[in-house]
């Protein structure tokens, strides 16, 4: 059974970091695109940053570039999304998904080439 659970959330000051684990079960991360998607209240889903299957391709959204890593650790068949220098706008439900396809567009990581979704970890960017 393929899943997908992500953890580390939580509530930090603006500045603050945070590091998100994304761990699959039921299939290898090296064999599929995992990426990064989060989604405000009253906002669509967004797709900030991604990695392929071989390591040797990451991809940040303009609005984290700089200060959010994507990483991943074969042996733990985890991904991680460490998140630095954290501001009220990153504040949403992030969540990990693992496809086939890599897609960017309009600048975005796009959803349509997912194929297993977590069912993400709320992170709160407040004073």
């Known amino acids: 059974q393929v899943q997908l659970v992500e953890s580390g959330g939580g509530l930090v000051q603006p500045g603050g970091s945070l590091r998100l684990s994304c761990a699959a079960s039921?299939?290898?991360?090296?064999?599929?695109?995992i990426g990064w998607f989060r989604q405000a209240p009253g906002k669509e889903r967004e797709g900030i940053s991604c990695?392929?299957?071989?390591?040797?391709?990451?991809f940040y959204a303009d609005s984290v570039k700089g200060r959010f890593t994507i990483s991943r650790d074969n042996a733990k068949n985890t991904v991680y999304l460490e998140m630095r220098n954290l501001k009220p706008e990153d504040t949403a439900a992030y969540y990990c998904?693992?496809?086939?396809?890599?897609?960017?567009?309009?600048?975005?990581?796009?959803?349509?080439?997912?194929?297993?979704w977590g069912k993400g970890t709320p992170v709160t960017v407040s004073s």
């Open positions: 039921g299939f290898t991360l090296d064999s599929y695109v």
């Open positions: 990695m392929s299957g071989s390591g040797g391709f990451t």
């Open positions: 998904a693992a496809g086939r396809t890599l897609a960017i567009v309009a600048g975005l990581l796009d959803p349509v080439g997912m194929d297993y």
